[in-house]
């Protein structure tokens, strides 16, 4: 076993670690509706979630077989984890993103809605179409 190549394992499986518990927090809290508590925006994680990028690219093939087969299997099983992980935490802010861009609209057309009930023999907008999205955006 290659002692560099040992050393590299275990400090890309504490990065791994430290990533997966950050991305496990931020799951939960996605979940619980508190998207304020991620971990994975904060430098620190940040700075992490890089230093861990080009670990990974380093680590090449033939050093990962010079490693024994039980530390590879720990390695391989830790990074399915993180690749899950990083799939459950997108699936949920794509629905976060989806709900919200669902709220934004429907309250754009209700302030459309309610802006022509309130004037019903105006002309129509010069733009052909209520400006609800933009006031809406331009409201909070």
Known sequence: MNESAATKLERLLAMTARLTTALTMDVAALEQGRPREFKLIEPEFQR????????AVGFTRREMESLPEERRTVYVASVKQLSNLLKQ???????????????IRAVADELARRESAA??????PVGGRSPGAMLCNQIA
């Open 48 to 55: 992490l979630a890089s230093l861990y990028e080009r670990e």
């Open 119 to 124: 004037r019903p023999y105006t002309p129509a």
């Open 89 to 103: 935490q997108q699936r949920l802010l794509t629905r976060v993103r989806r709900v919200s861009e669902g709220m």
